[in-house]
């Protein structure tokens, strides 16, 4: 799991940078001021769930399972689906891309409830 979701969550984070700055020095001029907010959130949502990945990756390597993995495609389809129908949208003025962005808000908070289930399966630890 750790050789899918590390280069995943090392991709989305290095996107999500480059992108926060295309937005904040190339889109400033040309985006109105709730369209570069909009993308704003885009930019933040993928780099919060690029650690979400990160993290989800790091605990495989001691607790692997269904859960986690699930847990890091929610992440995954999570950032392509409501960062990516953001970005378009955006970009592209299309406002029906914005029937898209629950979709991929509803797989972040389903990733994170497979989170806390893992999270709550572990064993106990003696002592």
Same mark, same amino acid.
């Given at each position: ?11 989305? &984070?290095l996107?999500?940078? =480059?992108? *926060? @700055?295309?937005? #904040?020095? %190339?889109l ?6 709730? $369209? +570069?907010?909009i ?25 692997? &399972?269904?859960?986690?993995r =699930?847990? *890091? @495609?929610?992440? #995954?389809? %999570? ?7 953001? $970005? +378009?949208?955006?970009l592209?003025?299309i ?15 389903a ?6 289930l ?10």
């Amino acid at each position: 799991m750790i050789r899918a979701y590390l280069p995943l969550a090392a991709g989305f &984070g290095l996107t999500g940078v =480059a992108l *926060g @700055a295309f937005a #904040a020095h %190339g889109l400033k001029a040309s985006l109105s001021a709730e $369209y +570069l907010a909009i993308f704003q959130t885009a930019v933040l949502y993928q780099l919060i769930h690029a650690l979400a990945l990160f993290g989800v990756a790091l605990l495989s390597l001691h607790a692997p &399972g269904r859960l986690l993995r =699930a847990a *890091g @495609a929610l992440f #995954a389809i %999570g950032v392509v689906l409501f960062s990516g129908s953001l $970005y +378009l949208l955006t970009l592209t003025g299309i406002g029906k891309l914005g029937i898209v962005t629950p979709l991929g808000g509803t797989a972040f908070l389903a990733g994170w409830l497979c989170l806390g289930l893992a999270g709550w399966r572990l064993p106990r630890r003696a002592g």
